[in-house]
């Protein structure tokens, strides 16, 4: 069946940002901040006992889409090489990922650059639904939905440096 080139589809941004690699790397880490973060992620959890990354780690992850769909994804980590990759699978019930995402982080002086990427798995997913509902556009319905994941994660991003650059109460 063709898939009109869901499987493997890419999107990649490169922020750099003024905070140490370190710093960083405990961002990107830190699954329950993307509910405050992320654009669609409205929810992130540990499982299983585990506290932090470590490949074969499992977490739980809510999305919320501005159509008003909502899903529930659990998400086994693959990379987990501190401080410079972190990635993970995510699975919708199914056996096969429907999604990997990768951050890699590269130190610079004081800076880090930050590049994130995410791909389209073989397994089933919205985006893979609207191609095959509408394949006479579904180059566009792919392209769509890679340019919103791209400027998702640019968002993303900048919302976990104010959220950690900004004075807290005391």
């Known amino acids: 069946m063709d898939d009109y ?28 901040g993307y509910g405050a973060w992320s654009p669609e992620c409205v929810y992130g959890a540990w499982l299983d006992g585990v506290d932090g990354p470590a490949a074969g780690a ?26 410079v990759r972190f990635g993970w699978d995510v699975f ?16 610079q002086g004081e800076q880090t ?5 995410f791909t389209h798995g073989p397994g089933d997913s919205g985006m893979r639904h609207g191609v095959l509902a509408d394949p006479a556009r579904a180059e566009a319905v792919k392209q769509s939905r890679l340019d ?5 994660m640019e ?3 900048a919302a976990m440096v104010r959220s950690r650059s900004e004075p807290t109460d005391a």
């Open 5 to 32: 080139g869901v499987t493997g589809a890419t999107v990649e941004v490169r922020v750099l940002v003024d905070a140490r690699v370190e710093a960083v790397w405990s961002w990107i880490t830190d699954v329950a």
């Open 58 to 83: 499992w977490f739980e992850a809510r999305n919320e889409f501005a159509d008003g769909f909502k899903t529930e994804v659990q998400c086994r980590v693959t990379a987990a090489e501190e401080p």
């Open 92 to 107: 919708g019930g199914e056996d096969e990922p429907f999604a990997h995402w990768e951050y890699e982080l590269a130190a």
């Open 113 to 117: 650059l930050i590049r994130q990427w």
């Open 148 to 152: 919103q994941l791209g400027r998702n």
């Open 155 to 157: 968002l993303t991003i």
